[in-house]
């Protein structure tokens, strides 16, 4: 009795050991170490720290710091802004996209379904170097086209510049929440569709009454993922910044505590800007599945 | 054939690499890979040092240079650099830095003192204010490259079109600014460059700013003076006038700009023509070089000085000595500073370079002008030689980058931007752990 429960155990740990290891090693120990860096600085004595620096326990005055610095403030605003657009932007899109691929009528399936995923395999520094160019004046040839139209294009401007993100955002990854989406679609019972059709329903109705409700958990799905997406905005900025005078270089909390960590060499600073970014998103994707389970208890 | 050899050579350089880095960076791991060979890994952005590193190679069998073209150094490089040195493995034996970002290195006790390893008997052979901006503390801690003194490029051709004289002071500037803009709206003497604060730095320097300062063991933070808020006041005038524009440089759209005549002139360093040369090929023989615009009129002429950068060894290399030798050499070298002035390095920091280089000659790309002794050589003689930098300047820079920007998006104004970089960048020493306070 007790070999068979020890051996079970073994087992266990055996299957859990791979997984616990990289675990441990590449989420639990960094996350820790960003807590104990965000609680840290160095203090040093001379002009050079010539006394040699030492990592002093300062509590949360990184923290304060962080939230104290009006540009680390206003880059969590600029990306909570950006979210508040975004998200149902590409939710809406993506499911709209996958409903139609999913239409009975609906032909070139497979090409188009392909052709709306292509992007995402194409490397956000690659994707926003493509758009930068169709966005710098003198080389776009959408800008010239606008000009033949009349029409005065300012893709990098201080208010257009984030919305000419979400462009890049919503082309890279709409089509990988379409397929999230149509592979929930595909699981569908097809016996529900023939039922429905029996009793006359419209393709409206098929698709309010059956399919929106059974592919929810993809939606649900896909909307924590393009939130946390959107608040870890950093590579689109990141490439643009050359380009355009409105992205600083803390446009978004990701490039501020990047700023910190490797322009300035505060990897305190930055380690507590991480967390508090970490925090916010967190209570946004929770806030939103607590959301959406009090609706269904409802 | 060739490329699989190349690759098994680097791998098996890789796998030295990480042993020695891993052994604790103990000297006899190298040497008995390599025979005898010094290897040195030296990381840098300069044009041209691949052709002075090769001549190395040939010289000197017994210490191999391998030459790793990175980003500019602020583009991801000290970076690397900062995190290479901080994780104890990783940077390489020696590397390019520029002067501004010595004091961020020597914070980290990232460089080696040169001195003993030669630079004590050589240095005299350096111009004096180079050494003495990679000195502190009394010691040496890199070894003086190029420096980047200023003066105007202007297309002549189109200024004599216009009927303007090369101006000599910012007044005459500003109307050389309105008449250009005034003749073509889609024309500007320059950009205001928003992301790239070094530009404004040194036009601060030549108006007689001081931005840092060393004061026993407290660092001295001085940029909201007169000097610095009358340019920023300066360029505010011709941005809130429409006559500049406000692009950043270095950038495709810029290219694009100075390739198509919209942007007529650059208040540069002596680097900036093969900038220009290279990115702008069909302007080739248009443009010409002129003494810095001044301020005062009748006063002494004043330049300053753009960029600049020395070859520092890093902490931790086993080969320091081998690794001086090179940088010493690399900078002081006839030859190698012939191929390095070729690639457009700057103003070489080596004594009487321009009697004894390549650096003395007429240029095609400025109409035959050879403006290294016409404009430069004078230029470099009326650099402020006082001015110094501080362990934080890149946060000073990023500061005032963000500032600027915000003014051309409309909140603010460039002097804004300068009284904000002042509080920040006391704020910036003191989270350091360092003591700064505000003055001379």
């Given amino acids: ?176 929440n379409m397929l999230v989406i149509v592979a929930q679609l595909k699981s569908i019972d097809r016996d529900l569709f023939e039922a429905a059709a029996i009793d006359g329903a419209s393709s409206w109705q098929v698709i309010t009454r059956i399919k929106l409700p059974l592919i929810a958990p993809a939606i649900v799905l896909t909307t924590v993922f393009t939130i946390i997406g959107t608040l870890q905005l950093f590579a689109e900025p990141l490439v643009l910044k050359p380009l355009s ?19 300035n060499n505060n990897y305190s600073l930055a380690a507590a800007e991480s967390v508090l970014l970490a925090l916010v998103a967190c209570a946004f994707s929770f806030g939103f599945l607590k959301l959406i389970g009090r609706r269904q208890n409802a | 054939m060739r490329l699989r050899q190349a690759a098994i050579v680097s791998v098996v350089v890789a796998a030295v690499l990480g042993t020695a880095a891993c052994s604790g960076g103990s000297p006899e791991s190298t040497d008995s890979a390599g025979g005898g060979v010094t290897e040195l890994t030296f990381w840098s952005w300069v044009p041209g040092v691949d052709k002075a590193v090769d001549l190395w190679n040939s010289e000197n069998p017994d210490i191999q240079v391998n030459l790793e073209a990175t980003p500019a150094g602020s583009s991801g490089t000290y970076a690397k650099i900062y995190a290479a040195l901080k994780s104890g493995n990783g940077a390489p034996d020696l590397s390019q830095v520029e002067y501004q970002e010595l004091p961020g290195f020597i914070l980290e006790n990232g460089l080696v003192d040169l001195g003993p390893l030669g630079m004590d008997d050589v240095k005299d052979t350096f111009s004096d204010w180079q050494i003495s901006q990679s000195t502190f503390n ?45 003749a073509n709206p889609s024309q500007y003497i320059n950009t205001f460059p928003p992301q790239n604060s070094a530009w404004f ?131 002081s070298d006839p030859e190698s500073i012939n191929l390095l002035v070729e690639g457009g390095y700057g103003w070489p920091a080596a004594k009487d370079a321009l009697a004894s280089t390549a650096l003395n000659q007429p240029d095609d790309f400025l109409g035959g002008q050879n403006a290294n ?63 700064a306070r505000a003055g001379q």
Avoid: C
Wanted: proline share 4%; glycine share 10%; net charge negative.
């Fill in chain 2, 373 to 435: 002794q016409e404009v430069f050589a004078e230029s470099d003689a009326a650099v402020d030689v006082d001015w110094g930098w501080i362990p934080t300047t890149a946060a000073t820079y990023t500061v005032l980058n963000d500032g600027f920007s915000a003014a051309i998006a409309g909140n603010g104004t460039f002097v804004d931007a300068v009284k904000a970089a002042q509080s920040a960048t006391i704020k910036a020493l003191e989270d350091k752990g360092l003591k």
């Fill in chain 2, 201 to 331: 730095a040194a036009l601060a320097w030549q108006a007689g700013a001081n931005w840092f300062g060393l004061d026993g063991d407290t660092w001295t933070v001085d940029i909201d003076s007169a000097e610095t808020l009358k340019v920023a006041e300066y360029w505010d005038g011709l941005r809130e006038a429409g006559l500049i524009a406000t692009i950043p440089d270095f950038a495709n759209e810029w290219y694009s700009e100075l390739q198509n005549g919209n942007i007529v002139a650059w208040p540069s360093a002596q680097w900036g023509g093969e900038i220009i040369a290279g990115n702008a090929p069909d302007t080739a023989g248009n443009w010409r070089v002129a003494p810095m615009p001044q301020w005062d009129a009748t006063g002494d002429f004043a330049s300053a000085n753009w960029g600049g950068s020395t070859t520092a060894v890093l902490n931790g290399t086993p080969n320091a000595e081998a690794a001086a030798e090179f940088a010493i050499w690399l900078n």
């Fill in chain 2, 138 to 182: 009394d010691t040496i801690y890199a070894v003086p490259q190029a420096s980047g003194p200023m003066g105007l490029y202007y297309r002549a051709d189109i200024f004599d079109s216009l009927g303007i004289a090369t101006p000599t002071t910012w007044d005459e500037y500003a109307a050389a600014a309105q008449t250009i803009h005034d």
């Fill in chain 1, 1 to 176: 009795m007790t070999s068979t429960r020890t051996r079970t155990r073994l087992a266990v740990f055996g299957f859990l050991g791979p997984f616990l290891a990289l675990f441990l090693a590449t989420i639990v120990f960094p996350l820790g170490y960003a807590l104990f860096q965000s609680v840290t600085a160095t203090a040093r004595s001379g002009a050079f720290g010539e006394g040699g620096g030492t990592t002093v326990f300062v509590g949360l005055r990184n923290y304060a710091a962080a939230l104290s610095d009006p540009g680390f403030v206003s880059s969590l605003g600029r990306v909570l802004l950006f979210a508040v657009v975004q998200v149902p932007l590409m939710i809406v899109l993506a499911t709209a996209l996958a409903l139609m691929l999913d239409a009975a009528s609906a032909r070139g399936v497979k090409l188009f379904r392909s052709a709306y995923f292509l992007p995402y395999g194409v490397p956000g520094v690659i994707a926003s170097l493509l758009w930068g160019f169709l966005y710098t004046p003198g080389i776009s040839p959408v800008i010239d086209l606008g000009k033949v139209f009349g029409l005065q294009l300012d893709f990098l401007g201080a208010e257009t510049v984030l919305w000419s993100i979400a462009n890049i955002v919503i082309w890279q990854y709409a089509g990988y």
């Fill in chain 1, 245 to 263: 005078s409105a992205i600083t270089s803390s446009y978004t909390p990701n490039m501020a505590a990047y700023n910190q960590a490797f322009t």
